[in-house]
């Protein structure tokens, strides 16, 4: 019954910073989708960066994922039908949402 009555006044209560709104949500979407497009990684820079073997499939994802935007919105069961290994599927799943939250940016790999 207290939790109801703690969660019921939301906007009121100590859990109102982790309470959201739709306009919320879709404002951190198109912000992430904004940096993505204005840093100009590609895919395959973006998961050479991350290093912990899912350079390995790079390219394999690059070819059916086109854009930063679709591997942020990317699911696990989208990876696994592409036959990425479980310990990628992780890594790839961690280090989005580490570049979502922005704690986490792609260090681009010049080439020589």
């Not at 019954?1 to 959201?20: D, E, K, L, P, V």
């Amino acid at each position: 019954m207290a939790s109801r009555y703690i969660f019921r006044g939301c906007h009121r209560s100590i859990f109102a910073r982790f309470c959201s709104t739709s306009a919320e949500d879709a404002a951190a979407v198109e912000s992430v989708s904004e940096r993505a497009g204005a840093a100009g990684i590609s895919v395959v820079d973006f998961l050479k960066s991350m290093g912990h073997g899912v350079e390995n499939h790079a390219e394999k994802i690059a070819k059916k994922i086109e854009s930063l935007d679709e591997l942020l919105a990317v699911r696990r069961m989208q990876l696994k039908k592409i036959e990425i290994p479980c310990k990628q599927r992780k890594m790839i799943m961690r280090y989005t949402e580490k570049y979502r939250q922005n704690i986490w940016r792609p260090k681009i790999m010049e080439s020589s």
